[in-house]
């Protein structure tokens, strides 16, 4: 069974800190790892894509890849209360997409 | 405007009562799939398509059809809906498998 696992939280940081959210899969052949942001009652839309080892940074977001432990992260720098929502990882997985059940993140003012 | 189309947006019926839930796109895009999202399990993928013609299954397919007969369409057919059927559907498409995925605004299914 080739699993997507992230902690469910929730996870609480105040305004401004910096939200670590983590990621681990379970496909070694997995070539594409997305993050995406979900709002209660929305569909998910994408926040960061990454495809090689190393960080990807975007505005506040960074995305970390380590294929050689399975593990992708996101850093979100100067959280705001509007980053509160759930954040799933995705990881493709032969022809289908995988995706993890989320995390919640909470930033408090 | 770039969008994928999902209708329904609700709908309740009754256990084996034939229903389809219809999803479109207007992105050019050759990759769709659908999903089911439920309390603690996170998105699971029901069926995908590669392109006009092909599909196949994701991880829950069972008691789910779909067609995929132009490249904008991709419905998801339930032949007789159970009770665990309830959830909460998402369609969404991509250029290829590899790339961003799309959502539509997602479909709330429950099945009396």
């Known amino acids: 069974q080739k699993e997507v696992e992230q902690n469910s939280g929730p996870l609480s940081v105040p305004e401004g800190a910096i939200a670590s959210l983590n990621c681990t899969y379970s496909d070694r052949v997995s070539q594409s790892f997305f993050w995406y942001r979900q709002y209660s009652g929305k569909s998910p839309e994408l926040i960061m894509s990454?495809?090689?080892?190393g960080d990807k940074e975007d505005g506040r977001f960074t995305a970390q890849l380590n294929k050689a432990s399975q593990y992708v992260s996101l850093l979100i720098r100067d959280s705001q209360p509007s980053d509160s929502a759930t954040y799933l990882c995705a990881v493709d997985s032969w022809n289908d997409m995988r995706f993890g059940a989320g995390t919640r993140l909470t930033v408090k003012p | 405007e770039a969008q994928v189309t999902q209708n329904p947006r609700y709908l309740i019926t009754v256990t084996g009562k034939k229903l389809t839930v219809t999803c479109s796109q207007n992105m050019n895009h050759e990759y769709m799939s659908w999903y089911r999202q439920d309390p603690g399990l996170g998105l699971r993928q029901i069926y995908y398509?590669?392109?006009?013609?092909?599909?196949d299954k994701g991880d829950v397919p069972e008691g789910y059809k779909v067609s995929r007969k132009e490249k904008r369409n991709f419905p998801l057919i339930l032949e007789s809906p159970s009770p665990n059927q309830t959830s909460l559907y998402f369609c969404?498409?991509?250029?290829?498998?590899?790339?961003?995925?799309?959502f539509g605004p997602g479909t709330r299914l429950t099945v009396l």
């Open positions: 398509s590669m392109n006009v013609e092909v599909t």
């Open positions: 969404a498409s991509s250029l290829g498998k590899y790339n961003e995925q799309f």
């Open positions: 990454i495809y090689s080892n």
